[in-house]
T-cell receptor, first 117, second 118 residues
Framework: GAVVSQHPSRVICKSGTSVKIECRSL??????MFWYRQFPKQSLMLMAT?????????EQGVEKDKFLINHASLTLSTLTVTSAHPEDSSFYIC?????????????FGPGTRLTVT | AQKITQTQPGMFVQEKEAVTLDCTYD???????LFWYKQPSSGEMIFLIY??????QNATEGRYSLNFQKARKSANLVISASQLGDSAMYFC???????????????FGSGTRLSIRP
């Protein structure tokens, strides 16, 4: 199956700083990527849908100015957590879909564990 | 409104026994897909099995099978001959809309933590 990578896998930052998380599709072009957040012992909650070359679509309740998403190429989407606070500490997972017509599956990255101190 | 419901927060099963994890869903779309994912403690999401709304046969993948009852809107996962390595969180998920649309998003249920006893 297709491979999606995330970097970094783990990051610790101080409150008030910004953190960038990268999501890459390694062997396919991803027109659409998705960002999820998962708090401990909870399910994955979709934060936003990232479309290559256009603005991301955010889910209700997700702050656009706090979670900046950039999908500059067909293989890379980035999530920047701006002015991070301890409550932003979470597990962030991205997924990517192949272009339409080539498959139905979303491929998940391994996740990034963010800890804000 | 919650669209994917998993009513079993946790389950304990003896090794080598079969186990059924429940999942019900709600959608008004005619075209949708149902998934099961396994999430071990490492956090990675491991795809297990997929069932399309138009598939007439229940999906099977090795020890995993999906008991799809469309009229009841249920998509239970059956794991046969459970193994210690099956201990993990299991999520049922649904993707609405045409399967050829890469933009249709997947939504997840709350998950079931499965623990296999030796």
């Amino acid at each position: 199956g297709a491979v999606v990578s995330q970097h970094p896998s783990r990051v610790i930052c101080k409150s008030g700083t910004s953190v960038k998380i990268e999501c890459r599709s390694l062997d396919f072009q991803a027109t659409t990527m998705f960002w999820y957040r998962q708090f401990p012992k909870q399910s994955l909650m979709l934060m936003a849908t990232s479309n290559e070359g256009s603005k991301a679509t955010y889910e209700q309740g997700v702050e656009k100015d706090k979670f900046l998403i950039n999908h500059a190429s067909l293989t890379l989407s980035t999530l920047t957590v701006t002015s991070a606070h301890p409550e932003d500490s979470s597990f962030y997972i991205c997924s990517a879909s192949e272009p339409p017509g080539l498959g139905w599956e979303q491929y998940f990255g391994p996740g990034t564990r963010l800890t804000v101190t | 409104a919650q669209k994917i419901t998993q009513t079993q927060p946790g389950m304990f099963v003896q090794e080598k026994e079969a186990v059924t994890l429940d999942c019900t869903y709600d959608t008004s779309d005619q075209s949708y897909g149902l998934f099961w994912y396994k999430q071990p403690s490492s956090g990675e999401m491991i795809f297990l099995i997929y069932q399309g709304s138009y598939d007439e046969q229940n999906a099977t993948e090795g020890r995993y099978s999906l008991n799809f009852q469309k009229a009841r809107k249920s998509a239970n996962l059956v794991i046969s001959a459970s193994q210690l390595g099956d201990s993990a969180m299991y999520f049922c998920a649904m993707r609405e809309g045409p399967t050829y649309s890469s933009a249709s998003k997947i939504i997840f249920g709350s998950g079931t933590r499965l623990s296999i006893r030796p």
